[in-house]
Structure formats: C-alpha cells, structure tokens
C-alpha cells in the first residue's frame, strides 16, 4: 500500500526548480557584495574630501591640515640703482646762447656740488633755445639729479651728433640754452650798462663836473 506524502516528480522538475533557485541566491549574495564594495568606497572619497574645520577630525581622528590654494597675484618690483658719488661723474658744461662765461658758471656750480668739472667749452651750434642734460649709457639717475640742481626740465639721452665738438670723456653733458634763468640776467644786466652813459663837462672855473644819464 502506498503512503501518502509529497514526493519528487518523476520528471525531475522539482530537481531543476531548486536548482534555479540555488542559482538566483547566488547572484542576489553577488550583487549585494559588489554594492557593497561600491558603497564602501564611495563613503571613503566622501571622507577624504569632506571638509575639516578648525579643532574638528578627520578621516583617521586628530588635527587635520586644510590647504587652500588661491591664485598667485603678479607683481611688478622695481630696483633702484644707487647713484654714483659727485666725484664720480664727469660733467661738462656747454653755451648755447652768446652771454660769455656762462658755461663757466654752471662749472663752478658743478665743481661747487662735488662733481668731476670739466673745463666749460660752447655748444656746436648757437643760440640753443632750450637748455638740457645730457648722459650716456648707465648715467640716467646721475644726469637727474644734475638737472634738478641746476632747474633744468629736459633730460635725455646723448643725441648723435654730438652738441658740442668735444665731449671730453664727459659722463653728463649740460647745455645752457637762452631759457636760462642765468642767461636773462646776464643780458639784461648788460643791456642796463650799455643804455648807461657819462658826461663829463668842465665849469667856468676848470673843474671837472661829470653826469651820468640812463
């Protein structure tokens, strides 16, 4: 007689049904550990750049270093040269106006300041309207300064030609032109001279009585 109870059909469907679900538990476990995998190293690049404020901790506890990068600011720095000392410089003076010893002048002044005075010589061509300083190559502050001295506004590289004959091995040439302060009263003082006139006249006793007019 036959018991009763479930048994295995006889065509091994029952077989093949927990198989496949065997096969399902499977994929499900390996699914579950590949999110977990991709979880776990999702939340470690979270820690990793997860800001740290002050006092607080980091990935692995204690202080944590904040760098901030920020962008780097250009700037421009200058370098002043020092000038080099008066007895240094070689400065010659030119006249370019015709009020002679005028140029010699602006040597004394020169030589006065401590500078290396040449002897004074005339500039090539005359009347220079416009007085200037002059300076060769490396001789720019130098040339200022005898400018600003001398209160003269135009400073300027040595031109080609040469405004003098001979520039005697001179660092800083000044050319004193008819805009000279020095130059207008030179003239005016001598034009006051000349439109000054004596008389001499002998009175009726033979004294000598003399008058002067202008």
Do not use: C, W
């Amino acid at each position: 007689m036959a018991r009763s109870g479930r048994h295995a059909a006889d065509d091994g469907s029952f077989g093949r049904s927990a198989g496949g679900a065997a096969l399902r538990g499977g994929a499900l476990l390996a699914i579950a550990v590949i999110l977990g995998i991709v979880l776990l190293n999702a939340a470690d690049d979270n820690d990793a750049f997860a800001p740290v404020t002050a006092g607080g901790n980091g990935k692995n506890g204690g202080a944590a270093t904040v760098t901030t990068r920020s962008a780097a600011n250009t700037t421009t720095t200058s370098s002043t040269v020092p000038l080099r000392p008066a007895a240094e410089v070689k400065v010659l003076a030119a006249n370019g106006t015709t009020v002679k010893g005028l140029a010699g002048q602006v040597h004394d002044r020169l030589k006065a300041a401590g500078y290396n005075a040449l002897a004074p010589t005339d500039a090539s061509k005359k009347p220079v309207t416009k007085s200037a300083v002059y300076f060769t190559a490396g001789y720019e502050g130098e040339a200022r300064q005898i400018a600003q001295q001398l209160s003269i506004a135009t400073v300027a590289a040595m031109p080609q030609p040469l405004p003098v004959l001979n520039l005697q091995t001179a660092n800083v040439l000044v050319v004193v032109g008819t805009d000279s302060p020095a130059a207008a009263t030179t003239t005016t003082a001598r034009r006051g001279t000349a439109a000054t006139t004596s008389t001499t006249r002998r009175t009726s006793t033979g004294s000598a009585t003399t008058t002067t007019t202008g």
